[in-house]
């Protein structure tokens, strides 16, 4: 069995439109397992810099795959591994919802690793 790491990273900004209205973080933030591996998630890490609760999701092909709510002006580690394969060519994406009018900086790590 052979493994390779790969990383969903960055500092986004985002605007609250509700939390119950997530939008999606820009394309930087996808990731599609390659159609001979499966893939396993090994952590996510996220920060908020508002002064609200925001709410990342993770998506696996436009459906919810896991919420990982984040306080105000805080982080969160959430270790992940081996919790279960994702699939190949399956798409992993993130949404943030955060209440009306917040506004910020996400910082995301999410950590995966691929399968043969």
Do not use: W
Not at 40 to 59: A, C, H, K, P, W
Not at 68 to 76: L, Y
Not at 92 to 110: C, E, F, R
């Amino acid at each position: 069995m052979t493994e390779s790491t790969r990383f969903i990273q960055g500092v986004f900004p985002f605007e609250g439109g509700g939390l119950d209205r997530p939008a999606p973080l820009p394309a930087a933030t996808e990731y599609v397992v390659p159609r001979d591996k499966r893939a396993q998630l090994v952590y996510f890490r996220g920060g908020n810099g508002s002064d609200e609760l925001i709410v990342v999701t993770l998506m696996r092909d436009g459906k919810t795959m896991r919420h990982f709510p984040i306080g105000a002006k805080s982080s969160v580690h959430v270790p992940l591994a081996l919790v279960e394969d994702v699939f190949p060519e399956s798409k992993l994406s993130l949404q943030v919802a955060a209440p009306k009018g917040a506004v910020g900086m996400l910082v995301i790590d999410v950590g995966i690793i691929e399968v043969n």
